[in-house]
Nanobody
Framework: QVHLVESGGGLVQPGGSLRLSCAAS????????MAWYRQAAGKQREWVAH???????NYADSVKGRFTISRDNAKNTVDLQMKSLKADDTAVYYC?????????WGQGTQVTVAS
């Protein structure tokens, strides 16, 4: 049984930074493309960024240049470094596989950007 646990969220002022982390247990994600998604209140969950097994990254236009995704296959973790945060980045952030998101969703981690 795969289990995803996201952490690192919190309250941050506009322009601030946060680093999110996702740990997977129950299965190695070494061969998977891993992604971060987010869901703002009242909106559908959206893809934010992904990283392939070989380390190629891709980002949604809304976060390009501000967010950086990375992975550590030895630790089975995938991180999301977020900087220059905006109010529009406020959401619950989740990690999962990409193409498709096929593992059970974790509880997510709340990111709130407010002054």
């Amino acid at each position: 049984q795969v289990h995803l646990v996201e952490s690192g969220g919190g309250l941050v002022q506009p322009g601030g930074s946060l680093r999110l982390s996702c740990a997977a247990s129950g299965r190695s994600f070494r061969t998977y493309t891993m992604a971060w998604y987010r869901q703002a209140a009242g909106k559908q969950r959206e893809w934010v960024a992904h990283i392939t097994s070989s380390g190629t990254t891709n980002y949604a236009d809304s976060v390009k240049g501000r967010f950086t995704i990375s992975r550590d296959n030895a630790k089975n973790t995938v991180d999301l470094q977020m900087k220059s945060l905006k109010a529009d980045d406020t959401a619950v952030y989740y990690c999962n596989t990409r193409f498709p998101a096929s593992w059970p969703w974790g509880q997510g981690t709340q990111v709130t950007v407010a002054s």
